[in-house]
């Protein structure tokens, strides 16, 4: 029904305004008695061999969704009722921001992608945690990042405070430096502000009674001497993992009139490189720490390619809006009949 009936429907209006439009009906559905439940039953694969242990963490299945979705930590019990292991919300900042001026996100349907240049729009990370403090069961990600108008000499204050603020109330955390849609922001990939930054958050954790796991977001566009760098600095600084991998600048091979838009490339066109880039982290670094695997997954086939590239877990954000609602629900399956578990 969804791919027949309901995305022709949805993929007729303004991409940012359907997103809104869906994060209310979903809200409004999985308040009706019993609606929860029904769900629930339609689209959860519940079976202990989908389970894995990462980074300390038990996920009961590796399909979890990728930040920016759930940006401000509003839906995340409603939208793990569709089977996802786990939701990864953010980017938070420490200040609410609106982010780059609309319109900022479009769909690129010839090529079964998205590109948007949002720039970090969320209400800030207080915000967030007046919501994450009603969390009971839903293993939470939390995404952290800096102001726009905070200067990259000072955004270490700004990870360390949205650090503090969600500690208590998210599962591990990732570190995104890469989105290319705040003015500078990868810049701090470089190898000494991320050592710095990296290190910063690694001493703050370490105080904590119970550290919780720390995982990088790298860029698909950085050369392998680049990823060398990222291998070195995540094994020497010693934190838990990578997220590979954000949206792409590339444009190659885009057939959709909006492939010019400036912002980041999310989607088919980044299944490939994104899986290179865990493979080459895994071979380069010896398999030294989990990966978590997105970009361009909106198949089975696709997740399993992830997952035999060396992918401890899998995350979807574009597929999950191309595919639908069944998306989560048939890739567990699939890893369930081929055993890739």
Request: charged share 25%.
């Amino acid at each position: 029904m969804y791919q027949k009936l309901i995305k022709p429907l949805l993929f007729r209006f303004d991409p940012e305004a359907v997103h809104y439009f869906t994060f209310t009906a979903i809200k409004l559905l999985s308040a009706l008695p019993f609606a929860s439940v029904i769900i629930r039953a339609l689209y959860l694969v519940k079976d202990q061999r989908l389970e894995r242990e990462v980074f300390g963490l038990k996920f009961p299945n590796p399909v979890g969704l990728a930040a920016g979705f759930d940006k401000n930590a509003v839906l995340f019990k409603e939208l793990s009722n569709f089977g996802f292991g786990f939701i990864e919300i953010g980017t938070l900042t420490p200040k609410g921001q609106a982010g780059n001026s609309k319109k900022r996100l479009f769909r690129l349907q010839e090529d079964e992608a998205i590109i948007n240049r949002m720039g970090f729009n969320n209400e800030g990370v207080d915000d967030a945690v007046k919501r994450l403090k009603k969390n009971k069961n839903v293993l939470i990600g939390g995404n952290i990042g800096k102001n726009k108008i905070t200067p990259n000499e000072e955004a270490v204050n700004d990870y360390i405070y949205c650090f503090n603020a969600l500690f208590d109330y998210v599962d591990y955390f990732v570190v995104n430096v890469s989105s290319p849609n705040t003015p500078n922001l990868r810049a701090l990939q470089d190898k000494e502000p991320l050592t710095h930054l990296l290190s910063t958050l690694k001493e703050l954790n370490e105080e904590k009674n119970a550290p919780k796991p720390i995982l990088l977001k790298i860029a698909p566009d950085l050369s392998d001497d680049q990823l060398l760098d990222i291998i070195d600095i995540v094994t020497s600084v010693k934190i838990d993992g990578v997220i590979a991998t954000n949206t792409t600048l590339n444009r190659e091979g885009l057939q959709s009139k909006h492939k010019e838009e400036a912002g980041g490339l999310s989607g088919k066109p980044l299944t490939q490189r994104s899986t290179e880039v865990i493979r080459f982290l895994v071979e380069k670094s010896n398999n030294a720490f989990p990966i978590i695997g997105v970009g361009g997954i909106h198949t089975p086939d696709d997740a399993i390619e992830k997952l035999n590239a060396g992918a401890a877990l899998v995350q979807l954000y574009t597929g999950f809006v191309y595919e639908g609602p069944a998306a989560v629900k048939n890739i567990n399956k699939a890893l369930l009949k081929q055993e890739v578990l």
